[in-house]
């Protein structure tokens, strides 16, 4: 009923006409606000055997049901990703990932390894001494795991990291972008690599309401999209038409198999991709998605130019004397957004000469350039305290609405 009303058609021939007539781009784009307004309608918890957290799409806490033949192919497109990074019977791997209900990742992940017949050694990053003995004891050959959080871990431990010998040398990296939209690796996937000495190391994208959409593989080229599951588009959100090829765009997802919980066609996921590609593949071709450079909800207005948190993270990563960095934006009534990026130096740097390096970064790569900021460690520790606690440390929240 949601559809037909959305779509302003009476009969599904009215649809199929339009989308055979190559007019697919002028049916509209469902949104998050049309689930939190159409919540009975769209979704289908007859036959579901999971509940998954929208991540606030719905308001409500757990809400997304999942069917079991969807849940199946959710952790069939993780086993994709682990084939390809080596996981085989007999291995081991580390799970760095939250299995509660706030991050539906992991759940996938923890399920996948095993259906690998590999073995699946489950830890909280938090608990930095427990995870040393399950690496020490184990000897996991694979990690899952933020990049972030995987960083932050080395830094924490000290003298008490192991070498790079005694840590696992692939990795599956979750809930970051880690490369480029040149194909080079983002700054916060380098520190990971080298503090954990990886030798192989996969990305992949997806969201609650879709689980997986794509996945890297050891080329390195960008996200194979699994193209037997969903349809992709890139679109520009003012007009809901699909971008100029190559070019950055809001991914648009339409499910291509049944049963779901929730069936999505053109459905807007608000995450701004920077391209989508073709390329060759063993039967024909492949769809390769760009890496997530921001999200149309956090779209920040400077001096009427747009800007979005992760490029100005990106931008302050550069800088080798950055410890850790973020982004605030306070509403302001002439400026649009009061936009800062609050940085720590490591020790021993000087704290002018970053935040220098890091204004001169954002004068060369921006039109407009934000207030760059200087600020202890234990002030960022204390606004990312209440979000990490929600995730336990599977996500290290990096821009901030004040």
Known sequence: PFYREHWGFDTLDEVLDVIHGGNFSKLPIMRKSHLRSNFDDILDFEHATDLVSSSGTTGRPVDMPVHIEQEAGRVLRVRRLLRELGVRPGTKVLQLLSLNDMFTLGVLAWQAIKAEGATAIRCNPARLDRVLDAIKYNQPEFVIGNPYVMARMAEEAGDKW???????????????????????????????????????????????????????????????????FHYIEL????????????????????????????????????????????????????????????????????????????????????????????????PDPIKGDEVKILCV????????????????????????????????????????????????GSKVPRFFRL
């Open 345 to 392: 130096a490591k020790n021993g740097c000087d704290k002018d000469d970053v935040r220098r390096a890091v204004v001169r970064l954002c004068h060369r790569n921006l039109a407009v350039s934000p207030e760059v900021k200087m600020v202890d460690l234990s002030f960022l520790k204390a606004l990312e305290l209440e979000k990490v606690g929600k995730t336990n």
């Open 162 to 228: 192991p070498k790079p010998s005694a840590l696992p040398s692939g990795a599956f990296f979750a809930v970051a972008a880690t490369f480029t939209s040149d194909l080079g690796k983002t700054p916060v996937a380098k520190e990971a690599i080298d503090a954990w000495g990886l030798t192989n190391w996969l990305n992949q994208y997806g969201t609650s309401e879709l689980g997986p959409v794509g996945y890297e593989e050891n080329n390195h080229q960008g996200l194979r999209i699994h193209n037997d």
């Open 235 to 330: 679109i520009d959100p003012a007009t809901g038409l699909p971008v100029e090829s190559g070019q950055p765009g809001e991914v648009v997802v339409t499910g291509l198999t049944a049963p779901r919980g929730f069936l999505p066609v053109r459905y807007g996921t608000g995450d701004v991709a920077a391209w989508l590609r073709k390329a060759p593949a063993q039967a024909g071709e492949k769809m390769l998605l760009g890496p997530i450079v921001g999200r149309t909800d956090h779209q920040l207005k400077v001096y009427g130019q747009t800007v979005f948190p992760n490029m100005l993270l990106n931008l302050a990563d550069q800088v080798q004397g950055i410890q850790r960095s973020i982004v605030t934006s306070t």
